[in-house]
């Protein structure tokens, strides 16, 4: 994607042939900023820190910290650690399991001497998979985006000015090394001419919506309007909504998608509505081990992201104030399980199925060993 014109990915190798380069996210909308990662450790904080963020990215940084790491110490011993520490960063994302083992995998049968230029080889693979599953995510989803505003003008007594779509956090090229998952199909269909408008929910506690999916909107020229988190149910009382798409931080291979805290409610409300919900996700978002979201690990992050807030201030400078009366405790929960039930659809690299375990090894049949039955 481009800002400014300057084609950009997320993550990638710096020009000194091995530090590894990613766009901060934590100063977004505000700053345009990129930090370098030149250890393992480092590369632990930006995901702890949520430097980087999305199930996608998360994964492919965690790949990349362990290129840094078997630079630094290429022994077995060396990677274990490296392994049990990107490991603990995060605990619902499940691409970052996947990741780091598919490292491991490929590194183990290495010798130590040439484990390094390997590393960074497969974690280069892994980003550049992820760019080619979040284009194939956006071909599905535009289809049914496409689909659904051919029915619209063909139900409406006069022509429709746009196809309204609501997505929840952010699901962009942000969020992934490029392209984005939920937002793929959007910028697709933009581009084919569709007048496509987006409900950007600005996502409390940490306004991934409103600091980060309308940044990649307005830099990509999509029109959208970010709306507090609440409104969605409203608008879809008032037929503004023709469908709703997210991501996916887990999904089982039964179908329940666990992703950012509210899409459950998000869910519900379009159920009540009969408004199309999709999940789009790459494969490697699947747990083939899990059948029920219920045994999905939720991550509970510090209070002080919900009790604090930052912004803009009149001078132009970002300042974070405290926006709750002082002795009162925050919840912090990151992450909330829609089940199957309410999913209309999964939008996947290899096409869009039902939320059900038949539905997934339709597309994944090799997958049929390992799926929870």
Same mark, same amino acid.
């Given at each position: 994607? #481009?800002?400014?014109?300057?084609?950009?990915?997320?993550?990638?190798?710096?020009?000194?042939?091995?530090?590894?380069?990613?766009? !901060?996210?934590?100063?977004?909308?505000?700053?345009?900023?990129?930090? !370098?990662?030149?250890?393992?450790?480092?590369?632990?904080?930006?995901?702890?820190?949520?430097?980087?963020?999305?199930?996608?990215?998360?994964?492919?940084?965690?790949?990349?910290?362990?290129?840094?790491?078997?630079?630094?110490?290429?022994?077995?011993?060396?990677?274990?650690?490296?392994?049990?520490?990107?490991? @603990?960063?995060?605990?619902t994302a499940v691409n970052l399991?996947?990741?780091?083992?598919?490292?491991?995998?490929?590194?183990?049968?290495?010798?130590?001497?040439?484990?390094?230029?390997?590393?960074?080889?497969?974690?280069?693979?892994?980003?550049? $998979?992820?760019?080619?599953?979040?284009?194939?995510?956006?071909e599905h989803g535009h289809k049914?985006?496409?689909?659904?505003?051919?029915?619209?003008?063909? #139900? @409406?007594?006069?022509?429709?000015?746009?196809?309204?779509?609501?997505?929840?956090?952010?699901?962009?090229?942000?969020?992934?090394?490029?392209?984005?998952?939920?937002?793929?199909?959007?910028?697709?269909?933009?581009?084919?001419?569709?007048?496509?408008?987006?409900?950007?929910?600005?996502?409390?506690?940490?306004?991934?919506?409103?600091?980060?999916?309308?940044?990649?909107?307005?830099?990509?020229?999509?029109?959208?309007?970010?709306?507090?988190? $609440?409104?969605?149910?409203?608008?879809?009382?008032?037929?503004?909504?023709?469908?709703?798409?997210?991501?996916?931080?887990?999904?089982?291979?039964?179908? !329940?998608?666990?992703?950012?805290?509210?899409?459950?409610? #998000?869910?519900?409300?379009?159920?009540?509505?009969?408004?199309?919900?999709?999940?789009?996700?790459?494969?490697?978002?699947?747990?083939?081990?899990?059948?029920?979201?219920?045994?999905?690990?939720?991550?509970?992050?510090?209070?002080?992201?919900?009790?604090?807030?930052?912004?803009?201030?009149?001078?132009?400078?970002?300042?974070?104030?405290?926006?709750?009366?002082d002795g009162s405790r925050g919840?912090?929960?990151?992450?909330?399980?829609?089940?199957?039930?309410?999913?209309?659809?999964?939008?996947?690299?290899?096409?869009?199925?039902?939320?059900?375990?038949?539905?997934?090894?339709?597309?994944?049949?090799?997958?049929? #060993?390992?799926?929870?039955?």
């Open positions: 994607m #481009k800002i400014k014109g300057q084609p950009y990915r997320t993550i990638w190798v710096a020009e000194d042939g091995w530090r590894v380069r990613v766009i !901060d996210q934590t100063r977004l909308p505000f700053e345009f900023a990129l930090t !370098d990662l030149a250890t393992v450790e480092e590369a632990a904080q930006a995901i702890r820190s949520m430097i980087v963020r999305g199930a996608p990215l998360i994964g492919a940084t965690a790949a990349y910290g362990m290129a840094l790491a078997v630079r630094a110490n290429s022994s077995d011993a060396g990677m274990a650690e490296a392994f049990a520490l990107l490991r @603990s960063t995060r605990p399991i996947w990741a780091l083992e598919e490292m491991r995998r490929h590194l183990t049968p290495i010798s130590p001497e040439g484990r390094a230029g390997a590393a960074y080889a497969q974690a280069a693979k892994i980003c550049d $998979n992820d760019v080619a599953q979040c284009r194939a995510i956006g049914i985006i496409a689909r659904l505003w051919d029915d619209l003008i063909e #139900k @409406s007594p006069k022509r429709p000015d746009r196809i309204n779509v609501l997505t929840h956090c952010n699901a962009g090229w942000l969020a992934c090394v490029d392209w984005g998952t939920a937002l793929a199909p959007i910028y697709m269909a933009h581009d084919a001419g569709i007048p496509i408008h987006v409900w950007v929910d600005e996502t409390r506690p940490r306004n991934q919506g409103a600091s980060l999916t309308a940044f990649e909107l307005g830099a990509h020229g999509v029109p959208h309007t970010v709306i507090a988190d $609440n409104t969605g149910g409203y608008l879809m009382q008032h037929d503004q909504v023709d469908m709703v798409i997210v991501g996916s931080d887990r999904t089982t291979a039964h179908g !329940d998608v666990c992703n950012k805290v509210g899409t459950y409610l #998000k869910a519900l409300a379009a159920r009540d509505n009969g408004v199309p919900f999709y999940v789009a996700l790459p494969s490697t978002t699947i747990d083939w081990s899990l059948k029920s979201g219920g045994d999905i690990p939720i991550e509970e992050r510090d209070a002080r992201e919900l009790t604090h807030i930052s912004g803009r201030n009149a001078d132009g400078r970002v300042e974070t104030v405290q926006i709750v009366p919840l912090n929960v990151a992450f909330d399980v829609t089940p199957a039930r309410y999913v209309t659809g999964l939008i996947t690299e290899r096409g869009v199925s039902t939320a059900s375990r038949e539905g997934l090894m339709r597309l994944y049949p090799e997958r049929g #060993k390992e799926a929870a039955a």
